[in-house]
C-alpha cells in the first residue's frame, strides 16, 4: 500500500472529504502511512476532529510546532512538519494527488522529501460507491428534485403576456428569478445551489449559460440544478426540459429524439460496456432521426458534449460518458445520463438522470417525472 499525503481544506477537496469525512475550512495536512491515517490539526479543529474522524490519529498543530522551536527550527510551516511526521515513521517518499500545491513540493524536496503523484485517481475507491454513498447521492438528488418542482410549480402559475413574456406575481419571470426560486428551496432541503442552469430559448444552446433575462412562452426552457448536500458533501444533478404553453412540431421531435437517446443510453449503463461506445450510440440515433452536428455560422450546434459523468463528491469526477473517453464501467459506479440537442433557430433540449451502474439492469436514482409542456 503506497504511503500517501494530501494538504488542502476538506471543505473543496473532494480527496480531502473522502479521507476525513469531516469539513474543515483551512488547509491542514492528512497522511496515510502504512495503512494508517493520521491529520495534523490546528487547536480550533482538534477537539472536533477528535469526534468527526475516529478512523483517523489526530496531531496537535502546535503541538509539532513548539517541538520545532525548541530545535531551533526558523520555519513552522507544513513541510517541516511533514517531514518530521515521516522521519519519526522512516519514510522518504510519499504518492500526492494532481493538485498539491506547488511551492510546498518545493519546500519538500529541498527537506529531501521525495513526492510523487498518483496516477489514476488518488482514491480509486471513490470511483465505486458504497450503499451509504448512494443514499447521500439520492438525498442530494431529492434536494435537486424539491428545487426543480417549485420551478415547475411558480412556471406553471405563470401568466403568459401579450409579447409572450410569462409574468409571475405581477412581475416578468426572469432566469434569475426563477432561479432564486429553486435555490432557495435546494437551501431549505439542507443543500447549496450554485451556478443552477435557468436557460431559455436561444441562450439554452450553451449547455453551460446559466441564463439571464425574461423567460417567454413556447420555447423550451432548460432547468439544470446540481446541489451539494450541505451535511455530507455529496452532490445531485438533475435536468429537464420544459415550455410554459405549446411547444412547436420541431420542438416536439428534438424532445422525443432526446428522451429516445437517453434510453438508449441508460439502458447500456452495464458493467463491461466501453463508456465512449455509449456516446458513440447516442451519436448514432441523433444523425438517423436527422438531427447533424456541426459548426455553422461560427457556432457549434446539434450533439456537442457528453453523455455524462460520475456523480459524488464532485460534481464532475470519474467515469466520463464521451466520444474521447476511455474505459468500461464498473458495478457501483454512479453516472448521469444527459444527452441534448442544440439549435438557435429553436432553443436547446437536454434530460439528465443518474443512474447506478448494478451486476444487471442499471437502477435510475432520479424519480421526478418527464413533461415536455407546463400549462
Known amino acids: 500500500m ?33 495503512g494508517s491515517n493520521i491529520v495534523v490539526m490546528s487547536d ?46 522512516k519514510v522518504s517518499k510519499v504518492y500526492v494527488p494532481s493538485n498539491f500545491p506547488l511551492g510546498l513540493a518545493n519546500e519538500l524536496d529541498k527537506l529531501d522529501v521525495r513526492i510523487k503523484v498518483k496516477e489514476n485517481g488518488f482514491f480509486p475507491k471513490r470511483e465505486i460507491k458504497t450503499a451509504d454513498e ?17 420551478a415547475i ?34 437551501i431549505q432541503a439542507s443543500g447549496l445551489a450554485s451556478h443552477t442552469i435557468v436557460a431559455g430559448g436561444r441562450q439554452a444552446c450553451d449547455p453551460h449559460e446559466s441564463g439571464y433575462g425574461p423567460l417567454r412562452a413556447n420555447e423550451p426552457i ?4 446540481f446541489p451539494r448536500s450541505q451535511k455530507t458533501g455529496y452532490y445531485g444533478d ?25 434510453k438508449v443510453a441508460f439502458n447500456m449503463m452495464r458493467p463491461g460496456t466501453e463508456t465512449s461506445k455509449i456516446h458513440e450510440a ?27 459523468h460520475g456523480l459524488g ?29 442544440y439549435y438557435p433557430d429553436l432553443g436547446g433540449v437536454r434530460l439528465e438522470d443518474v443512474a447506478l451502474v448494478t451486476t444487471g439492469a442499471p437502477k435510475n436514482l432520479t424519480q421526478f417525472e418527464k413533461i415536455l409542456e407546463i400549462n
Open 153 to 186: 410549480q411558480a412556471l406553471k402559475v405563470s401568466k403568459i403576456a401579450k409579447n409572450r413574456k410569462l409574468m409571475y406575481r405581477n412581475a416578468p419571470l426572469t432566469s434569475e428569478k426563477l432561479r432564486s426560486i429553486i435555490d432557495t428551496a435546494v
Open 134 to 150: 448512494v443514499k447521500k447521492i439520492s438525498a442530494a438528488l431529492i434536494m435537486a428534485e424539491v428545487g426543480l418542482s417549485e
Open 238 to 262: 438533475i435536468t429537464r426540459t420544459v415550455v410554459r404553453g405549446r411547444a412547436s412540431e420541431a420542438v416536439h421531435k428534438m424532445y422525443e429524439t432526446v428522451l429516445r437517446g437517453q
Open 313 to 341: 463528491l464532485e460534481i464532475h469526477e470519474a467515469p466520463r460518458v464521451g466520444s474521447a473517453s476511455l474505459g468500461k464501467l464498473k458495478a457501483g459506479q454512479v453516472v448521469t445520463v444527459e444527452p441534448g440537442l
Open 222 to 225: 432548460i432547468l439544470d440544478i
Open 2 to 34: 503506497k504511503d500517501l499525503l494530501i494538504v488542502a481544506d476538506s471543505e473543496r477537496d473532494a480527496n480531502m472529504l473522502y479521507a476525513v469525512r469531516m469539513f474543515v475550512p483551512d488547509p491542514f495536512i492528512y497522511l496515510r502511512i502504512r
Open 44 to 89: 480550533l479543529e482538534i477537539d472536533r476532529a477528535r469526534v468527526h474522524a475516529p478512523h483517523c490519529h489526530v496531531a496537535s498543530l502546535s503541538q509539532f510546532q513548539q517541538k520545532l522551536r525548541r530545535t531551533g527550527s526558523k520555519s513552522l510551516g507544513f513541510a517541516r512538519i511533514i517531514r518530521a511526521i515521516l522521519k519519526e515513521h
Open 282 to 308: 447516442v451519436q448514432q440515433l441523433f444523425v438517423k432521426a436527422g438531427f447533424k452536428t456541426g459548426r455553422v455560422d461560427g457556432r457549434m450546434q446539434g450533439y456537442f458534449h457528453g453523455t455524462g
